[in-house]
């Protein structure tokens, strides 16, 4: 059964910076794209960053520049490192990707459990 389970949320103080990982595992043939979306309360989610297979990037306009999304395929693995944080980052932190999880079974999307993350002084 495939599985994301996300990791290096945390409070941080506006203008600090964190690293979320996002690790899959499971039976997983192959991993398309990935990405990280956001939720902040009272709001729709959204997406943040994604990266594909061959590591072409796009970003929300809000978080260009002081975000940087990363891939390591060979471990099945999403980064996101978020610099220059402000207030209006806070939010839950969804890891999303797309997976065929062998040669029987469709591609679908899978998401993590989410990471909560935190910029307050």
């Known amino acids: 059964q495939v599985q994301l389970v996300e990791s290096g949320g945390g409070l941080v103080q506006p203008g600090g910076s964190l690293r979320l990982s996002c690790a899959t595992s499971?039976?997983?043939?192959?991993?398309?794209?990935m990405g990280w979306y956001r939720q902040a309360p009272g709001k729709e989610r959204e997406l943040v960053a994604t990266i594909t297979s061959g590591g072409s990037t796009n970003y929300v306009d809000s978080v260009k520049g002081r975000f940087t999304i990363s891939r390591d395929n060979a471990k099945r693995t999403v980064y996101l490192q978020m610099n220059s944080l402000e207030p209006e980052d806070t939010a839950v932190y969804y890891c999303n990707a797309e997976i065929t999880p062998s040669m029987i079974e469709p591609t679908r999307d899978y998401w993590g459990q989410g990471t909560q993350v935190t910029v307050s002084s």
């Open positions: 499971g039976s997983i043939l192959r991993i398309y794209n």
